[in-house]
């Protein structure tokens, strides 16, 4: 997993989330176009995240099997490639 990639995802939807609760403090209604498209932003993160996370996983679970532990991801995609 790009740790980089992870880091700004992370933080991005920090600020979402932030931005969430001082819309709904300010809006006061959860139901606003406006909120559900922050909402919705914030899913689709939450959902990148998620992907990313498998996916090293995934490498992890092939890392043990191929006797290849140590590697990060990217090297070991070119050990396995």
Known sequence: MDRLETTHLVR???LLQRR???MANDIGSLT???IVAVSEEA???IIQLQ???KEEA???RLAEISG????TAPQL?????
């Open 12 to 14: 991005r939807l920090q």
């Open 20 to 22: 969430l609760c001082e």
């Open 32 to 34: 606003d176009p406006e």
């Open 43 to 45: 899913d689709h993160l």
């Open 51 to 53: 992907r990313l996370r």
């Open 58 to 60: 995934e490498y992890r």
């Open 68 to 71: 290849l532990a140590g590697l």
């Open 77 to 81: 995609t070119e050990e396995v490639g």
